[in-house]
DNA sequence: CGTATTCGATTACACCTGTAGCCGTTACGA
DNA sequence: TCGTAACGGCTACAGGTGTAATCGAATACG
């Protein structure tokens, strides 16, 4: 059985989603913790860290452990659930679902480099096999 | 620290996007054309999609032309270019602005189907030249 | 033991977004 | 000509988001 994913509606906001990351990069963490990760990057404060971490509890992306008289905090969803799930919606809503339209874009706009290039076709190579 | 005004460059919404198809499509309309349009496919009323469009043109993305008593609509913005910065946002906020892995995520999630994965190679093929 | 510090929790608040109602003007049909 | 339907413009309002201050309990330090 997968994993529960996120509700509809609980989506996660971009600044929501930059705590993630830091989670994602290494859990669990404490509010100080991710602070430390993102707050220079973003010119957050604390307290901004802090409400984004309740709120992503209360969405049920980000659970918690007692560390001490602390908490700790570690993701719940997968974050290439996330990735997924995001990249899907702008294929879906953009393309028509269709990703060969979104690569063209990106291809048309020297948004890929060579080695976006080479990874690909390495990708498609596999994917023949 | 005083609020900026609106200007061209302000973010599109998911509705107001919605309504930018629908002038993408076919320009210029009336609000009622446009609502001819999504309306339907979005649940929404007349006076949600005139709300839509006027924020478009506060917003710059939109333009008005009199015809008669009424205004025709018509985008002021190419799709290509919301189209391609939305991708560009979310490959850099995704994947480090890459479009590698958000291709192999496509992959991995089965997102691409074969007359994709043609189209794609095709696309390569032509870009090797 | 009492006080300063440290957290999480609660509260705040303005702006954006989705969704829509009401109002004043006006063109058109009766 | 007069009422009325149609339109654009202004108003509304709840819920989400960005951003943060404050409160109260627990703790560590002196």
Redesign the interface.
């Known amino acids: 059985m997968a994993k529960r994913k996120q509700a509809v509606g609980d989506r996660i906001s971009?600044a929501e989603?930059a705590v993630m990351e830091a989670l994602w990069d290494a859990s669990p963490l404490s509010a100080a913790d991710v602070c430390d990760r993102v707050c220079a990057a973003n010119d957050w404060s604390i307290p901004t860290v802090k409400t984004l971490l309740s709120r992503l509890v209360s969405k049920g992306a980000v659970g918690t452990e007692p560390e001490g008289r602390k908490f700790l905090y570690h993701p719940l969803i997968e974050r290439?659930d996330y990735?997924?799930g995001?990249?899907?919606r702008?294929?879906d809503?953009?393309?028509g679902g269709?990703?060969?339209p979104?690569?063209?874009?990106?291809?048309?706009?020297e948004?890929?480099?060579d080695?976006?290039?080479a990874?690909?076709?390495a990708?498609?190579r596999e994917?023949r096999k």
Request: aromatic share 6%; hydrophobic share 55%; no cysteine.
């Open positions: 971009e989603h290439s990735v997924g995001e990249s899907r702008l294929v809503r953009l393309f269709r990703a060969a979104l690569f063209a874009h990106l291809a048309e706009n948004a890929l480099s080695d976006d290039l990874e690909i076709e990708l498609l994917m």
